[in-house]
């Protein structure tokens, strides 16, 4: 058994696997769902927020990254520069925060499918999925990282196409299409609780970008490869996601029944409805099969990096050591068999259906994902504080992130008003259940949190 990663990842497979992270069922499906919840405008200013948190956020990343590349990302980062109690906790949230968004990616790639064959028991397809995503991992972090770029390549091919068509039937559309900015009571659909609600699905959206800084650790030379991944990577996803939900509010009435149903379960992409709709069901038959792949392309993503992170865990002792070896091609095997056991989960759908096993996995996933954003905030301030002094100073650093200590301070504090806030969002008839769903990745974090600093006896 080799001991290490191999280190065959170039600047093209970096920038592609944070783009194949980030673009999946959050821009494709997700998007259409939150124009549904906050209107127009509730979703626009939720997303453009979530930009600039998320810019923050890479550039923090991207300096630690760049000191220190590490297959451990900011996991190894908050065990350095915060505690190994926090260490700890914020790997496993992380590795369970991607295992389970596997789940999720599978159970909306049966939406998508559905399309074409909505007679059909979609759980034929979530077999054929699960395994051909599992199998995708088994051969080398090369064999990964061409498979990746390739499918995000036609993602991004694709988004750009949908935005200059969509900007085209926009000058077609009266008003250019504002009208539905006025429809029932747009733009900003049920006010600041609608922006909050939306707030969730706009981060699981954005989430995969961290991706670059997990990836650190297969890349040849991380000093150039991951400053300009992380400057090209945000900028694409803010303009796609930005300029997507704005074509999407132009054409589509946050209303559609189509977008979401009474039980506020998802019933179809946007994407495919705009081109179904405008250029004639063929062209939706191949932006569908599109979405597809996007999601297929996410998921892949999503099961690299959490079998990354769970064989970090095992190279740290945090795991038991069998996670820490991998196979004559530099995989992971052990990682990935566990990680492929929580994406299991996805079979759960099979038995709670309408929508609300995805619903729920979407809610876990993000506020799974705005607690590693925390993590990377809080990390790099700390290392700025703390450390960096000891070690020369900011001269020492070959990339540097802009508006410290300001930018790490207001991350943090929004991801916490963020999380907090969630309570506002349930219904008044809200079961337990409801309430621990929501919760129940910072009370899982919490949980490890204290239960490794009283087993540990480490701070």
Known sequence: MMAHLEKRLEARHINMIAIGGSIGTGIFLTSGNSINTAGPGGALLAYALISVIVYFLMTSLGEMSTYKPSSGSFCEYSATYVSPSFGFAMSVNYWFN????????????????????????????????????????????KVYGETEYWLSFIKVAVIIVFILLGFLTVFQQPNLGTHNWHVGDAPFHKGWLGFVSVFLFAGFSFQGTELVGVASGE?????????????????????????????????????????????GSLKASPYTLIFSKFLGSGAADIM?????????SAANASMYSASRILWYMGQRGEVPSLFKSVNSRGVPMPALIATALVGALVFVSSFVGNGVFFNYIVQVSSLCGFIAWFGIALSHYMFRRKYLPALGGVSILKFK?????FAQVVSMLVIAYVV????????????????????????????????????????
Not at 288 to 296: E, H, W
Not at 401 to 405: G, I, T, V
Not at 424 to 446: C, E, G, H, R, W
Request: no cysteine; hydrophobic share 55%; net charge positive.
């Open 219 to 263: 890349t040849k030379e991380p000093e150039r490869a991951i400053p300009r991944a992380i400057k090209m990577v945000f900028w694409r996803l803010t303009l796609f996601y930005i300029l997507s939900i704005g074509v999407i509010t132009l054409l589509l009435p946050y209303n559609d029944p189509m977008l979401a149903d009474t039980s």
């Open 420 to 459: 907090i806030a969630q309570y506002q969002t349930l219904p008044d008839n809200s079961k337990v259940l409801d309430f621990i769903m929501t919760y129940a990745s910072l009370l899982f974090f919490l949980l490890l949190y204290f239960g490794h600093k009283l087993f540990a006896k480490k701070e």
């Open 288 to 296: 569908n099969l599109v979405i597809l792949l996007a999601i297929v």
């Open 401 to 405: 992130a802009k508006f410290y200590p």
């Open 98 to 141: 991607w295992a389970i968004t596997i789940a999720a990616e599978i159970s909306a790639a049966t939406t998508v499918i559905s399309f074409w064959f909505p007679h059909m028991n979609p759980n034929i397809f979530l077999f054929g999925l699960y395994f051909l995503i599992f199998f995708a991992n088994i051969f080398s972090v």
